[in-house]
């Protein structure tokens, strides 16, 4: 007994070490100094605190879990204890950059986040203040597992949508203030950030109504509802129908910047569309998808443009030409990788886009297509003489765009074809003896797949109405793939998930600024490690790895 | 279950506080794109759009640090703070386009410095000019985008230099004030390095000399002898001008002492190289080189004011040499929003056309770029190009 | 028209229209600028000199992508910041200090020690605290899983030392001992050019003792061979995988200080590029093969130095240089099609890739 407790107290240990850690790193990169600028609820605590305490809060709640069985005392002990042992590097800090000039070494120790840290009080009683705070924080966050469900659940709920309200407020703003007037807008924020009253209201509406829905499954829980099947396709129907509606006047709704976000995702959408039938489906691993998406862009940029490189036509007029030189250059391009498998295959077409991308930029194709000045002055799309310059406008032409595409991943699934690219996705031999042509094959998906990049491409080329060799570098084909991956491979909903999740969240949250990204790489681990399949995988992979893992058990590859 | 309780939140917090909503303008905006209303304590709201993540996120985080301390010193405007609302460009077209929107979507901000990057500028001043706001970029060079027949748009305004003034004068000092008669260009393929390379050639070519070589590296790229070796072989020049940043230009010159045939060439760069950051990572290599650019010692005290400032607030010396054009940016927008505000009470109003009119009218604004003069496409840059040279690890200008 | 594709000699008649037009570019381009021979032989011996002494930076990180590549079977697109994240480390802590307080040129010997001991020790804490958390919960996933969170180590990582350091050029001292040139055979070679050559075929050895001759080496080889068995022997398959990023990061680290050496600045973005070159280097090397992966790096610095004076000046192309990476890749291009499991690779490319 006594031995099984000195362990518990090690592990009490080591996780608050480890949320210190988290904690002090968050600090010295400049992160929670950043978004200590960025009030949350305005006068009470800053977006930075948030991240500050959501390593011990988190773990002191996820310990007390295990052990909340056994006596009260304890859980609340330990939760306490893991906050005060967070608290310790990060007094440690305080005391070095108190005492030492670290920051020549580290630039991020600023007076900002040390007075961020310290609460503004001196060192003495600021490092006191916190140890207090973070203390009584975890300790809070592991008595909170203690409650029952019926109080538990409103006051996670409670905080969860304050503080998902908190985030998103610089955008809640905008559109408050679009419906409702400078006049609601200024009462409900100040500044950026929402009021306390605010989120003192959102938090008991929100738990109020998460004690409601509590209550009522546990009532409804002892009737299991049995759903006919007609009423499921009916209800099935309506949600189908209401699912286009609200796409059609999405952007009334979101105005010029969602709008805009939203259009980012589309082409997005319809590159990962396109990735998806070529390594979804035909499990090729193609790391140069970019320069498809170049091409497009660039065919359309030349046609169209009003500068001394263009050529005089119209977005209409350009739009097969682009579509029509990628599928032929998704053609050409995959005749060289015919025979190649698995990472070779994926090292030549990173190569390929690297490719097209310094042709783009080299002064050798200067004359022709623009070099490092790009192309500039492309016409935005216009129908029936009405230019569509507004993200508003454009936001159709994308939805058009990606519903035929994922009309035609869709027919293509479930076609011959489709089966035959799976089939090469599982097994390239064993395909081969089954009598499938892999040069068709590959090459029919190479080429789709390229398609729908020129498409995006084009679109692209006239959103934008200047295109720069810059803007297809490898890190366009690394998002669509970590995209569709994220979404999970071979799923058509999947695409939309994950071209939601990488392109448009990272857009909504530009407060992290300079740590966009590595809030993104953060964020591809831990979604990986959350759900390695994905988000909202494909029927037939999830019964694969299912059928996989029973047939393979424990094979390692 | 989630999204049910999502709607049902939304709408009791968007109905109850609709409840309270009350008042109307009293102010009668007759500008003809608009005014900006800051009430009683509402701050004044500018934003910026540089790089400020990615490879080149130095040069845009210099930048906002000069409109950050521009906003500090200046303190207040007719009793209203200023904020300032920090965006990212990406230093690409579509990052500037994102930019931009989310700039324009927010009718409480009243003007914008940036991009950083030229592809950045030319969707955003697009959009930013339809959208009927100002923008003034501390660090676009490109020719285009204040060209009337290619990029320009009303709502642009820039002060940095024009690659057109910058290359030229260039070319000007090393003909006739140096002496030389054959020199070569490097760029790497940013459209700031580019365009300038290509000015410079030709303005050096125009004025006599001959062009060995023009040739171009890439971004990124580290051993850049194999290049250099071979703008040896093709001359080896009197003089070799690259006008990149400092990573590229800190190899390059490193690299260009020790190769065979370069030694007796002179080397030179411009303002994308002139910073604390360059001349520790040119290091003894670069001593004698020179740069085309701003002369920051011209503002005298000014400058160095905003130095102890930098060094304090960000622990570091200025890292680029942007931070100088953004913080004259800004303050070229504090002044004319000083001019064309109406103060109505506790609240002011800002025409946004009456801005545009200002800020194209500035005249002798006294910046520590220069003196700062906008001509009718926007270019306010000091036409004063002046050369520095770098001695005892310090700019030490030299021309004119 | 597709339908005559599936006549398999059209297919290769088109591969080897597609390998003609390669070489008959390559050789009219040498032959071009052999005729008009711009360049006096210095050019071409510094050329071929930075060429190795680069391909030699790119043979010790390729080696790292493909021991990884051998046990995992996956593509370590974090391995760059690896090679990027010590030396940036000991450049802040101990070389610029050290440089500054003139230590750096009294004990050149104790300095390098230093230096090296913190840019490995990061180097490799790094790569196992990344291996430990975004990749061992996932070694049963399906293999583009772990591609996915590399990538995001790698933008976690890029970041989290830009964040550290700052996002500037970090200039690394000059060292006196390795400052200047030595005449060997009449052509002058950059001393520090020499370090990195001297030191990477050290490495090689040492390394190549290592997995040969010991214990540990003999374990990683059967883990890479198959991990089931190998636990069936008795081995600790993690303990095994651990020491294999273990010695790719610290081979990584070590790259990062020859680089330092060589170039003399540092930067938060350095490790970015170098490192999808040597992913380059160790496919077209043969992926899993660490000869391979060495000769790949060579092979892959020589194409990037030689390649756009050799193949492009000749052909009269503006700023031939700019296109060291089309010249690069489409060699690759090349060698795969004619060899598609790369130069040494061979047990790996039917079965596993």
């Given at each position: 007994?006594?031995?099984?407790?000195r362990?518990?107290?090690?592990?009490?240990?080591?996780?608050?070490?480890?949320?210190?850690?988290?904690?002090?790193?968050?600090?010295?990169?400049?992160?929670?100094?950043?978004?200590?600028?960025?009030?949350?609820?305005?006068?009470?605590?800053?977006?930075?605190?948030?991240?500050?305490?959501?390593?011990p809060?988190?773990?002191?709640?996820?310990?007390?879990?295990?052990?909340?069985?056994?006596?009260?005392?304890?859980?609340?002990?330990?939760?306490?204890?893991?906050?005060?042992?967070?608290?310790?590097?990060?007094i440690?800090?305080?005391i070095?950059?108190?005492?030492?000039?670290?920051?020549?070494?580290?630039?991020?120790v600023?007076?900002?986040?040390?007075?961020?840290?310290?609460?503004?009080?001196?060192l003495?009683?600021?490092?006191?203040?916190?140890?207090?705070i973070?203390?009584?924080?975890?300790?809070?966050?592991?008595?909170?597992?203690?409650?029952?469900?019926?109080?538990?659940?409103?006051?996670?709920?409670?905080?969860?949508?304050?503080?998902?309200?908190?985030?998103?407020s610089?955008?809640?703003?905008?559109?408050?203030r679009?419906?409702?007037?400078?006049?609601?807008?200024?009462?409900?924020?100040?500044?950026k950030?929402?009021?306390?009253?605010?989120?003192?209201?959102?938090?008991?509406?929100?738990?109020?109504?998460?004690?409601?829905?509590?209550?009522?499954?546990?009532?409804?829980?002892?009737?299991?509802?049995?759903?006919?099947?007609?009423?499921?396709?009916?209800?099935?129907?309506?949600?189908?129908?209401?699912?286009?509606?609200?796409?059609?006047?999405?952007?009334?709704?979101?105005?010029?910047?969602?709008?805009?976000?939203?259009?980012?995702?589309?082409?997005?959408?319809?590159?990962g569309?396109?990735?998806?039938?070529?390594?979804?489906?035909?499990?090729?691993?193609?790391?140069?998808?970019?320069?498809?998406?170049?091409?497009?862009?660039?065919?359309?940029?030349?046609?169209?443009?009003?500068?001394?490189?263009?050529?005089?036509f119209?977005?209409?007029?350009?739009?097969?030409?682009?579509?029509?030189?990628?599928?032929?250059?998704?053609?050409?391009?995959?005749?060289?990788?015919?025979?190649m498998?698995?990472?070779?295959?994926a090292?030549?077409?990173?190569?390929?886009?690297?490719?097209?991308?310094i042709?783009?930029?080299?002064?050798?194709?200067?004359?022709?297509?623009g070099?490092?000045?790009?192309?500039?002055?492309i016409?935005k799309?216009?129908?029936?003489?009405?230019?569509?310059?507004?993200?508003?406008?454009?936001?159709?032409?994308?939805?058009?765009?990606?519903?035929?595409?994922?009309?035609?991943?869709?027919?293509?699934?479930?076609?011959?074809?489709?089966?035959?690219?799976?089939?090469?996705?599982?097994?390239?031999?064993?395909?081969?003896?089954?009598?499938?042509?892999?040069?068709?094959?590959?090459?029919?998906?190479?080429?789709?797949?390229?398609?729908?990049?020129?498409?995006?491409?084009?679109i692209?080329?006239?959103?934008?109405?200047?295109?720069f060799p810059?803007s297809?570098?490898?890190?366009v084909s690394?998002?669509?793939?970590?995209?569709?991956?994220?979404?999970?491979?071979?799923?058509?909903?999947?695409?939309?998930?994950?071209?939601l999740?990488?392109?448009?969240?990272?857009?909504?949250?530009?407060?992290?600024?300079?740590?966009?990204?590595?809030?993104?790489?953060?964020?591809?681990?831990?979604?990986?490690?959350?759900?390695?399949?994905g988000?909202?995988?494909?029927?037939?992979?999830?019964?694969?790895?299912?059928?996989?893992?029973?047939?393979?058990?424990?094979?390692s590859? | 279950?989630?999204?049910?309780?999502?709607?049902?939140?939304?709408?009791?917090?968007?109905?109850?506080?609709a409840?309270?909503?009350?008042?109307?303008?009293?102010f009668?905006?007759?500008?003809?794109?608009?005014?900006v209303?800051?009430?009683?304590?509402?701050?004044?709201?500018?934003?910026?759009?540089?790089?400020?993540?990615?490879?080149?996120?130095?040069?845009?985080?210099?930048?906002?640090?000069?409109?950050?301390?521009?906003?500090?010193f200046?303190?207040?405007?007719?009793?209203?703070?200023?904020?300032?609302?920090?965006e990212?460009?990406?230093?690409?077209a579509?990052?500037?386009?994102?930019?931009?929107?989310?700039?324009?979507?927010?009718?409480?901000?009243?003007?914008v410095?940036?991009?950083?990057?030229?592809?950045?500028?030319?969707?955003?001043?697009?959009?930013?000019?339809?959208?009927?706001?100002?923008?003034?970029?501390?660090?676009?060079?490109?020719?285009?985008?204040?060209?009337?027949?290619?990029?320009?748009?009303?709502?642009?305004?820039?002060t940095?230099?024009?690659?057109?003034?910058?290359?030229?004068?260039?070319?000007?000092?090393?003909?006739?004030?140096?002496?030389?008669?054959?020199?070569?260009?490097?760029?790497d393929?940013?459209?700031?390095?580019?365009?300038?390379?290509?000015?410079f050639?030709?303005?050096?070519?125009?004025?006599?000399?001959?062009?060995v070589?023009?040739?171009?590296?890439?971004?990124?790229?580290?051993?850049?002898?194999?290049?250099?070796?071979?703008v040896?072989?093709?001359g080896?020049?009197?003089?070799?001008?690259?006008?990149?940043?400092?990573?590229?230009?800190?190899?390059?010159?490193k690299?260009?002492?020790?190769?065979?045939?370069?030694?007796?060439?002179?080397?030179?760069?411009?303002?994308?190289?002139?910073?604390?950051?360059?001349?520790?990572?040119?290091?003894?290599?670069?001593?004698?080189?020179y740069?085309?650019?701003?002369?920051?010692?011209?503002?005298?005290?000014?400058?160095?004011?905003?130095?102890?400032k930098?060094?304090?607030?960000?622990?570091?010396?200025?890292?680029?040499?942007?931070?100088?054009?953004?913080?004259?940016?800004?303050?070229?927008?504090?002044?004319c929003?000083?001019?064309?505000?109406?103060?109505?009470?506790?609240?002011?109003?800002?025409?946004?056309?009456?801005?545009?009119?200002?800020?194209?009218?500035?005249?002798?604004?006294?910046?520590?770029?220069?003196?700062?003069?906008?001509?009718?496409y926007?270019?306010?840059?000091?036409?004063?190009?002046?050369?520095?040279?770098?001695?005892?690890?310090?700019?030490?200008?030299?021309w004119? | 028209?597709?339908?005559?594709?599936?006549?398999?000699?059209?297919l290769?008649?088109?591969?080897?229209?597609?390998?003609?037009?390669i070489?008959?570019?390559?050789?009219?381009?040498?032959?071009?600028?052999?005729?008009?021979?711009?360049?006096p032989?210095?050019?071409?011996?510094?050329?071929?000199?930075?060429?190795?002494?680069?391909?030699?930076?790119?043979?010790?990180?390729?080696?790292?992508?493909?021991?990884?590549?051998?046990?995992?079977?996956?593509?370590?697109?974090?391995?760059?910041?690896?090679?990027?994240?010590?030396?940036?480390?000991?450049?802040?802590?101990?070389?610029?200090?050290?440089?500054?307080?003139g230590?750096?040129?009294?004990?050149?010997?104790?300095?390098?020690?230093?230096i090296?001991?913190?840019?490995?020790?990061?180097?490799?804490?790094i790569?196992?605290?990344?291996?430990?958390?975004?990749?061992?919960?996932?070694?049963?996933?399906?293999?583009?899983?772990?591609?996915?969170?590399?990538?995001?180590?790698?933008?976690?990582?890029?970041?989290?030392?830009?964040?550290?350091?700052?996002?500037?050029?970090?200039?690394?001292?000059?060292?006196?001992?390795?400052a200047?040139?030595?005449?060997?055979?009449?052509?002058?070679?950059?001393?520090?050019?020499?370090?990195?050559?001297?030191?990477?075929?050290?490495?090689?050895?040492?390394?190549?003792?290592?997995?040969?001759?010991?214990?540990?080496?003999?374990?990683?080889?059967?883990?890479?061979?198959?991990?089931?068995?190998?636990?069936?022997?008795?081995?600790?398959?993690?303990?095994?995988?651990?020491t294999?990023?273990?010695?790719?990061?610290?081979?990584?680290?070590?790259?990062?200080?020859l680089?330092?050496?060589?170039?003399?600045?540092?930067?938060?973005?350095?490790?970015?590029?170098?490192?999808?070159?040597a992913?380059?280097?160790?496919?077209?090397?043969?992926?899993g093969?660490?000869?391979?992966?060495?000769?790949?790096?060579?092979?892959?610095?020589?194409?990037?130095?030689?390649?756009?004076?050799?193949?492009?000046?000749?052909?009269?192309?503006?700023?031939?240089?700019?296109?060291?990476d089309?010249?690069?890749?489409?060699?690759?291009?090349?060698?795969?099609?004619?060899?598609?499991?790369?130069?040494?690779?061979?047990?790996?490319?039917?079965?596993?890739?």
């Amino acid at each position: 007994m006594t031995d099984k407790k000195r362990i518990d107290i090690r592990e009490v240990i080591n996780q608050g070490l480890l949320a210190g850690l988290v904690a002090l790193s968050l600090s010295v990169i400049g992160f929670i100094s950043l978004l200590g600028e960025r009030e949350m609820i305005a006068g009470i605590f800053t977006m930075g605190h948030v991240f500050l305490f959501a390593a011990p809060v988190g773990i002191a709640s996820v310990l007390a879990e295990k052990i909340k069985h056994e006596n009260t005392g304890k859980v609340l002990g330990f939760g306490f204890l893991i906050g005060v042992i967070t608290a310790l590097p990060l007094i440690v800090l305080i005391i070095l950059a108190t005492s030492f000039d670290i920051r020549q070494f580290l630039v991020n120790v600023s007076p900002e986040l040390i007075h961020l840290l310290t609460f503004g009080q001196n060192l003495v009683v600021g490092s006191i203040m916190l140890v207090v705070i973070t203390g009584i924080l975890s300790l809070l966050a592991a008595g909170l597992r203690l409650l029952p469900e019926i109080w538990r659940r409103p006051i996670t709920s409670g905080l969860a949508w304050t503080l998902l309200f908190g985030t998103f407020s610089e955008i809640l703003l905008s559109r408050v203030r679009a419906f409702f007037g400078r006049g609601v807008a200024k009462l409900v924020f100040s500044g950026k950030a929402l009021n306390p009253i605010t989120a003192l209201l959102i938090l008991i509406i929100a738990a109020a109504i998460a004690y409601w829905n509590v209550t009522k499954r546990s009532k409804s829980e002892q009737k299991e509802v049995e759903v006919s099947p007609e009423k499921q396709q009916k209800s099935q129907r309506i949600r189908v129908v209401v699912g286009i509606i609200s796409l059609l006047i999405l952007p009334l709704l979101l105005g010029t910047y969602l709008s805009e976000v939203m259009n980012n995702v589309g082409i997005y959408v319809l590159m990962g569309l396109g990735l998806n039938i070529v390594v979804g489906f035909a499990g090729l691993l193609d790391l140069g998808y970019v320069a498809f998406f170049a091409i497009g862009a660039y065919v359309m940029g030349i046609l169209t443009s009003e500068g001394h490189l263009g050529l005089g036509f119209t977005f209409w007029t350009a739009l097969p030409f682009s579509v029509l030189a990628s599928t032929l250059f998704g053609i050409l391009l995959g005749i060289p990788v015919l025979r190649m498998r698995g990472d070779y295959l994926a090292i030549v077409t990173l190569g390929f886009g690297e490719i097209i991308r310094i042709l783009a930029l080299s002064d050798m194709l200067k004359q022709f297509i623009g070099g490092a000045q790009g192309v500039l002055q492309i016409p935005k799309p216009s129908i029936f003489g009405y230019d569509l310059t507004k993200p508003e406008a454009l936001y159709y032409i994308i939805l058009i765009g990606v519903l035929i595409a994922a009309f035609v991943s869709w027919r293509l699934r479930d076609s011959r074809l489709g089966r035959q690219w799976m089939a090469l996705r599982e097994d390239e031999t064993v395909a081969e003896a089954m009598g499938i042509n892999l040069v068709n094959t590959k090459l029919l998906a190479f080429a789709t797949g390229a398609a729908f990049s020129g498409l995006a491409g084009a679109i692209f080329a006239s959103k934008l109405t200047s295109i720069f060799p810059h803007s297809f570098n490898l890190i366009v084909s690394i998002n669509v793939l970590s995209l569709i991956i994220v979404g999970g491979i071979g799923s058509l909903p999947g695409v939309v998930v994950g071209a939601l999740i990488l392109v448009g969240l990272p857009e909504l949250l530009r407060e992290f600024a300079e740590h966009r990204l590595l809030m993104y790489g953060a964020l591809l681990i831990v979604m990986m490690l959350a759900k390695p399949e994905g988000f909202w995988p494909s029927e037939t992979i999830k019964r694969e790895l299912h059928a996989h893992k029973e047939f393979e058990a424990g094979s390692s590859d | 279950m989630l999204k049910r309780s999502f709607i049902i939140v939304g709408l009791l917090v968007i109905a109850s506080m609709a409840l309270a909503a009350c008042g109307g303008p009293t102010f009668e905006c007759e500008d003809p794109i608009g005014c900006v209303t800051y009430g009683a304590d509402e701050p004044i709201r500018i934003a910026s759009a540089l790089v400020i993540s990615g490879p080149n996120t130095d040069l845009g985080t210099d930048s906002q640090y000069g409109v950050e301390i521009a906003i500090d010193f200046k303190g207040e405007i007719m009793g209203h703070a200023i904020e300032l609302q920090a965006e990212d460009d990406g230093c690409s077209a579509e990052g500037g386009q994102s930019a931009g929107q989310k700039i324009v979507s927010d009718p409480t901000i009243v003007a914008v410095v940036g991009t950083s990057c030229s592809g950045a500028g030319v969707p955003m001043s697009e959009v930013v000019s339809e959208a009927g706001y100002a923008m003034v970029s501390p660090s676009n060079t490109s020719p285009a985008l204040t060209d009337p027949e290619s990029a320009w748009n009303p709502g642009y305004l820039r002060t940095a230099h024009n690659d057109k003034v910058q290359g030229k004068a260039m070319a000007d000092f090393a003909y006739n004030v140096l002496g030389v008669t054959s020199a070569a260009a490097i760029h790497d393929g940013d459209p700031y390095t580019e365009g300038l390379a290509a000015v410079f050639a030709a303005s050096f070519e125009e004025l006599g000399g001959t062009i060995v070589e023009f040739t171009a590296v890439n971004k990124g790229d580290t051993d850049m002898r194999p290049v250099l070796s071979a703008v040896a072989a093709a001359g080896p020049p009197e003089l070799l001008y690259y006008p990149v940043f400092t990573a590229e230009g800190g190899f390059l010159t490193k690299q260009a002492k020790e190769v065979s045939g370069l030694e007796g060439t002179v080397l030179s760069a411009a303002d994308g190289m002139i910073s604390d950051a360059a001349i520790e990572a040119v290091g003894e290599a670069g001593e004698g080189m020179y740069f085309s650019g701003p002369d920051l010692s011209f503002s005298g005290g000014l400058y160095e004011d905003f130095i102890a400032k930098y060094e304090e607030k960000y622990g570091a010396k200025p890292i680029s040499v942007f931070h100088a054009h953004a913080f004259d940016a800004a303050n070229m927008i504090f002044a004319c929003i000083e001019e064309v505000a109406m103060q109505d009470g506790d609240s002011i109003h800002i025409g946004r056309q009456a801005l545009r009119t200002c800020l194209y009218a500035t005249s002798g604004f006294e910046g520590i770029t220069g003196e700062l003069t906008c001509n009718e496409y926007g270019d306010c840059a000091d036409p004063k190009i002046s050369v520095s040279q770098l001695n005892g690890g310090a700019y030490e200008r030299i021309w004119p | 028209m597709l339908r005559r594709l599936q006549d398999i000699n059209v297919l290769d008649l088109v591969l080897w229209v597609f390998r003609a037009v390669i070489i008959i570019v390559v050789v009219w381009g040498t032959i071009a600028t052999i005729i008009e021979n711009p360049y006096p032989a210095v050019t071409w011996t510094e050329t071929i000199i930075a060429g190795i002494a680069q391909g030699s930076l790119y043979a010790l990180i390729a080696i790292g992508y493909t021991l990884v590549y051998g046990v995992l079977f996956m593509i370590n697109f974090a391995h760059g910041e690896f090679f990027m994240s010590g030396i940036m480390t000991a450049t802040i802590f101990l070389a610029q200090p050290m440089g500054e307080s003139g230590f750096l040129d009294t004990y050149p010997f104790i300095s390098i020690l230093l230096i090296t001991v913190v840019t490995v020790l990061v180097s490799v804490g790094i790569a196992l605290l990344t291996e430990r958390v975004a990749y061992r919960p996932l070694r049963k996933a399906p293999r583009l899983v772990p591609l996915i969170t590399a990538i995001g180590a790698s933008f976690f990582w890029q970041n989290f030392i830009r964040g550290l350091y700052g996002s500037e050029v970090k200039p690394f001292p000059q060292m006196a001992i390795m400052a200047g040139k030595v005449s060997i055979a009449g052509f002058p070679i950059l001393k520090s050019h020499i370090v990195v050559i001297v030191a990477t075929i050290l490495m090689l050895i040492g390394l190549y003792v290592f997995v040969m001759k010991t214990k540990t080496g003999k374990s990683i080889r059967a883990v890479a061979e198959n991990k089931d068995v190998a636990a069936l022997m008795g081995i600790d398959v993690d303990r095994a995988v651990s020491t294999t990023f273990a010695l790719g990061s610290a081979m990584a680290g070590i790259a990062g200080i020859l680089y330092a050496f060589v170039f003399r600045q540092v930067h938060f973005y350095m490790g970015f590029i170098p490192g999808i070159k040597a992913f380059t280097a160790a496919v077209l090397g043969g992926i899993g093969s660490i000869p391979g992966a060495a000769l790949g790096g060579l092979f892959l610095g020589m194409f990037e130095s030689v390649g756009p004076g050799l193949f492009l000046e000749g052909l009269g192309i503006p700023a031939p240089h700019q296109l060291k990476d089309v010249i690069a890749f489409t060699m690759l291009v090349l060698i795969l099609i004619f060899r598609p499991q790369g130069i040494l690779g061979e047990r790996l490319a039917e079965e596993k890739a």
